[in-house]
């Protein structure tokens, strides 16, 4: 059984800057690798970045490309993703998750339908 807690979310100013934490434990070797999604009020919960248990290669999404990277700290089985150049429209729960399947990898965000496990979330909420 894989346990996923999310950390780091707080209250910003547009322009500002966050690490979300995702502490993992369990096994998680069954998975392809672990995704950040986010949802945002009265909106679909979207996929937004990857990073594979193979290799570590990661994937973001088109649109936060260039603001978010994904990373690992195996030793603390933890994996982040450094959100930058917050904007009203960033304000979300943010979730990780365990992948079971990711069609089209590569070429397109991770899917709800791949999760096999979610954390409970972390809320990032940006003012002005």
């Known amino acids: 059984q894989v346990h996923l807690v999310e950390s780091g979310g707080a209250l910003v100013q547009p322009g500002g800057s966050l690490r979300l934490s995702c502490a993992i434990s369990?096994?998680?070797?069954?998975?392809?690798?672990i995704a950040w999604f986010r949802q945002a009020p009265g909106q679909k919960r979207e996929g937004v970045s990857f990073i594979s248990n193979k290799d570590d290669t990661t994937y973001i999404a088109d649109s936060v490309k260039g603001r978010f990277t994904i990373s690992r700290d195996k030793a603390k089985n933890t994996v982040y993703l450094q959100v930058n150049g917050l904007t009203p429209e960033d304000t979300a729960m943010f979730y990780c998750a365990t992948i079971k399947y990711y069609d089209n990898y590569g070429h397109s965000p991770p899917s709800v339908d791949g999760v096999d496990s979610w954390g409970k979330g972390t809320l990032v909420s940006v003012f002005s």
């Open positions: 369990g096994d998680t070797s069954d998975y392809l690798g």
